[in-house]
């Protein structure tokens, strides 16, 4: 699954049941976005370009005739992810999902925390992309709206994704993007890029003891040494456009064309060439050992370097209405929220909306002193470890003395 935004239907169906499976999750967004709408001509030459690089295989053959020909009073239904793909905004045009494919979609969401492995039901950070997302994204999802389209990531949801693939693929992305600098040229194929993966995953394997890792950590570490073996294996071969090497590259590309990280020359193709972000992202994350302390201290700060955005930290005030606006809103029938996700999109609604910066590392601290200060109003409960887990705010807080808007 190349394009995220089709995590956003993931999200919102996970959080309409208890629980789910990967049948009813895949299907139902192979059946989502699959559905076709009825396109006159004349055809936009964006939609045109796509059908014709894009859709090239024999089973396209009549949408082919009917958008290529250029009949005046010709129409064609397409599928809605097409559409949405093919709109000159996205980044990259790759991406459409197959239906046969429908049971390996939804574990994209697994592997970003959005997704409960075993139940499949919705984690409080599927509900922190949630409140990014606009409903009118989602209801473009149901019915075709260009104006609004899904695919498309905003400056908020692009921050808040980017951490999560980070947070969780920190090991692999981190040495990936420092050999991808490394090279002679900033403009890369594919296949340059995944012949890094064999050395990065055999690396990262040698370092963590197999005997100290969970269940799920040792499985994906062990498909890790699997797919470093099959790309060693394709070295030399001519390319196929499909097998391990990509498959295992083109996840930990396409999405940072998204965030900004990449461009390709050609939306179609798959070639990438590096651009200023990135190279601001790895001055700001030295090392893979530094990937606690660059999410805790300096995330947005980072964020705010790449997207050129003049900032001010945010006053305590600020932080504590942030927070606990972004607490009641991800609460538990309990009332309880994560502190993490929490401050997550405290700290993304303050930067993009208020010019100002709440670090994650901050938000704890502020949310201890103010535990501190006021026990009537927050409360705590802690992890096995003993650190602050989850926040619950006993009753409504007062407005800072000076408005958040500010």
Known sequence: MQRLGYLKVLAQQTARTETSNVASLGQRLISTVTKRVKVQSPFDPALTDYVRIRLFDRVYADLRKQVLDK?????AAIELQDLYLADPRIPSTTGKLIES?????????????????????????????????????LAAFEQYDLDHNPLLLSKEQTAFLLYCFIDNDAEILHPLFLGILKFSNPEFDEREA???????????????????????????????????????????KPYTGSGAREGAIRVRLEPYCDFGLFVKPDRHRFSYKTTPAILRLMVDWPGLDATDHFLENRFFTTLAGIHGLQVVEASDDNARAALHEAGEQLSSTLGYSPIKDASLLAG?????????????GRSRDILRSWQKAAPDIVRFTVDRMGELAYVKFLKPVPPPPSSIKT
Do not use: C
């Open 101 to 137: 494919d429908w049971r390996f979609y939804p574990y994209l969401g697994t592997g970003l925390d959005l997704i409960k492995p075993g139940t499949w039901s919705v984690m409080t950070r599927s509900l922190v992309f949630l409140a990014l997302t606009p409903k009118e994204e």
């Open 194 to 236: 995944a012949d890094l993966l064999p050395g990065i995953i055999k690396a990262a394997s040698t370092t963590f003891s197999k005997g100290s890792l969970v269940v799920e950590d040792k499985e994906r570490l062990a498909k890790l040494e699997a797919i470093a073996a099959n790309i060693e294996k394709q070295r030399g």
């Open 348 to 360: 993304i609604r303050l930067l993009f909306k208020h010019g100002k910066v709440l670090e994650l």
């Open 71 to 75: 009949q005046p009073a010709a129409s």
